[in-house]
């Protein structure tokens, strides 16, 4: 037992962290093929090539993030719980993305690993956070993934009976397909055949070559944008009057439906409201740390990037509302094909079609880049001696032309597209939303933590040691490491009054005392965020510098603004946001979280650590110094 509880608290030193850092930075092997044949050969190369620019990346985040948070829910949050007010509700859950999205792009410029959260939690917390940080990854990748497949499968196969609403939403014309085909895409029993065409689809395009594979990325991404666009300038034409009306037939489009921008039926409450479901349409920014090992220049572009989707998000996802507003009243806009039915009843029935064929279309970016995702969280998984071996394979093939093709992870893609494949097809996700939910909040807060941590505990020299330290510098930084627990003391208060505060607000039936309670344990979270703040001396970080990097000389990396505060803000919020998920899913969620822990606990028991001596346990190097 205590052999296990070393292994779960033992942190990843940062020595063997700048060796996988730099795993990618040479060059990958040439070897020696047939001129005339394509064939898969596993090489002695250990990690993806380095081959991704800023712009890659950021075609990458918004092909994660964009989809959904435009299609479906503007319509939605602007009819039922904003008006025209449904661009503040964008700004407030952009504003509530950032506070946790910021602490991302600090963490990936200083641990520019693929792993994302996973790599974070291991350098700053320990193997069990890291184990945890991976089991929610895996609800946000593959689960959003095959909920994204099953959602597109539903999409597709309505678009292919001709399915068009009223204007009212009641009222469907007759299917178009005949009910042989039907019956074939529908066959009941909650099974998806589309689902498991279009993940099928999605992990061919990524087993087909990683070069191929950002290609159709970034051409989707662009295409996605311009849609956007369309939509947006479109709706701001039709609203302005330029295009001349229908004496007959006049459009409703017009500025003049802003008004009032915030319908007293809703207030402000309704815009709150309407924030906590968009919050949920600028999940995926985090997917970009996740390909830290293959960008040219990890430490600046992938903070770049980040920040950037976020940006590029907030700012169409505001514009689309107020244009959808304009175009249509807020109390008529269609709960399920917003833009469309908005462009059809306004006349404009080819760009209703090209909207509806656009959401079509790009959505199974979602699905790609999400899978990608997950085969790069298993791959750093690997590296770690956490997942088995096949899961950090690399392969390459060569053309008929002798032309060799990037590194892949080929086995390890193949496993995340079966799976994904499966669930999608055969899973109704109903059950499976709040799960998702809670875990991605849950992440979130995780990754906050972790910065709060290399921040004030800095763990390189209070637990792992520094490559230079002598033994009396050691011994010294473990004494100190006993007086910084007390940070990690404050770090825990703050997510248990963050989660109080949100369960007495959802949970208690007196209007009076879910104030007080809610109240009084917001003001602990801020009590204990100020104590920190001027109690609690902050690190620099530079011991975190990676070879040539220059980061360890004076130059100074992206550092989230507002600390602790901002971290603390994303804390409060997320545990706050949690607190309202249904108890059905915060209670999947921790069988969820058990069943994982306890599951490593046993394979931890049972592994071989032998060549893994680079990550040394806290609790060990004291019993030896002592």
Known sequence: MT??????????????MREQAHMSDSPHHQHTQSSHSTTNDETSEEAPHRHMSIYDLLSFGIGCTIGSGVFVLAGLTANAYAGPGASISYLFAGLVAAASGLPYAELSAVMPLDGSTYEYAYVSLGEIFAVMASLCQTLEYGGSAAAVARSWGEKFVDWLKGDEFSENDDLLVESALPQWAESLLEPGYGINPMAAIIASICTYLLLWGVKESKFATNLISTIKISLIAFMIIGGFVLSSGVVPDDENNPRPASFSNWKPFVPEEYGLSGILRGSSILFF??????????????TKNPVTDVPRAVILTLLVDAVLYMLAALALTAMVPYDEISLVSGFPRAFGVNGWLWAEKMTALGEITTLPLVVLTAIQSQSRLLFAMSKDKLVPSAFGKMTYETSNDGTEKMGNLTDNLRICGVVVVLIATFIPFEYLDDLISAGVLFLFSLTDVCLLTIRYKSPSHSFLGDDAMTDDEVSYSLISANGSLSVGNLIALLNIFSMASGLSFSYCD??????????????????????????????????????????????????????????????????????????????MLLGYLSFGVFGYAYISARRDRSGNDEVESESMRILELS
């Not at 007080?516 to 970080?541: N, P």
């Open 3 to 16: 052999s296990i509880l070393a292994s779960a608290f033992q942190r990843k030193s940062l020595h063997l």
């Open 281 to 294: 349409a600028f999940i995926g920014f985090d997917q970009v740390c996740n390909l830290s090992g293959e």
């Open 510 to 587: 007196s209007a009076a005392l879910r104030y007080f309670l809610s109240g009084t344990f917001a003001l602990l979270t801020i009590f204990v965020t100020i104590y920190m703040a001027r109690s609690c001396e902050q690190s620099e970080s530079t011991h975190y510098a990676l070879e040539g990097d220059g980061y360890g000389t004076g130059k100074k990396r992206f550092r989230t603004p507002f600390v602790p505060y901002l971290p603390a803000f994303g804390i409060f919020l997320n545990s706050f946001m949690m607190a309202h998920i249904h108890w059905v899913g915060l209670i």
